[in-house]
């Protein structure tokens, strides 16, 4: 059964660096879908993203973030500089047409800022 | 805000006990969808149920919607202790955009 990736897993970084957390999302979806849950917290809306540009942005999404969907098959989430806030699970989603069709997540990157 | 609300946070059963969680919604919706949540790992889509349905089944889950309440419920019958998991729903608001307004969850504990 087709399935979101994401890599990596799990990522330590230090305050102030860069990470980006990559997604490859279902081969034929048109849509693509970043959301964060920090421990204990809802899951949160960050970008979504459609014929290669942002279509939505929640307030959380700020200058720090950016998305790209380099070569037609991997979807990133870039923080240019990570904050201790932004510690969180961030799931990559995709969906074959907006949101009246279902939404399919990955297992997740696990993002620690120490 | 737009945001639903699942009740009850928590609920632990005895396996082969029927589970029901709620959602609560404030305003109109295109659909709303239920998520499985396996401690600390991703989404897994349940079911998705659109403004103009009553009743969706998918092997051993039953959704219902009630618009004019605004409100969902999700049925598990005869529980597993494989089905203990946080369970959410996720709404698609009319005039929303094209994002999911995620509810607080409910932790079901299915026991042997």
């Known amino acids: 059964e087709p399935e979101v990736t994401q890599t990596p897993s799990h990522q330590v970084t230090q305050m102030g660096q860069e990470v980006i957390l990559r997604c490859v999302p279902i081969?034929?979806?048109?849509?693509f879908y970043w959301y964060r849950q920090i421990l204990g917290q809802k899951v949160e809306f960050l970008v979504s993203?459609?014929?290669?540009?942002?279509?939505?942005k929640s307030e959380i999404f700020d200058d720090q973030f950016s998305v790209e969907r380099p070569d037609g098959s991997n979807f990133t989430l870039k923080i240019r500089s990570t904050k201790l806030e932004d510690s969180a699970m961030y799931f990559c989603?995709?969906?074959?047409?907006?949101?009246?069709?279902?939404?399919?997540f990955g297992q997740g990157t696990r993002l620690t800022v120490v | 805000s737009q945001q639903g609300e699942e009740d009850p946070q928590a609920l632990s059963i005895q396996e082969g006990e029927n589970a029901t969680m709620n959602c609560s919604y404030k305003?109109?919706?295109?659909?709303l969808q239920w998520y499985r949540q396996n401690s600390g790992r991703g989404l897994v889509h349940l079911i998705l149920?659109?403004?103009?349905?009553r009743e969706k089944h998918s092997g051993r889950l039953r959704v219902t919607l009630d618009t004019s309440k605004k409100s969902s419920s999700l049925l598990i019958t005869a529980s597993r202790a494989a089905d203990t998991a946080s369970y959410f729903c996720?709404?698609?608001?009319?005039?929303?955009?094209?994002?999911?307004?995620f509810g607080t969850g409910t932790q079901l504990k299915v026991e042997l």
């Open positions: 989603a995709s969906s074959a047409n907006d949101l009246n069709t279902e939404a399919f």
């Open positions: 081969s034929n979806h048109l849509y």
């Open positions: 993203f459609y014929n290669n540009e942002i279509s939505e």
């Open positions: 305003t109109s919706i295109n659909n």
């Open positions: 149920i659109r403004s103009n349905e």
């Open positions: 996720a709404t698609v608001y009319t005039g929303g955009g094209n994002k999911l307004t």
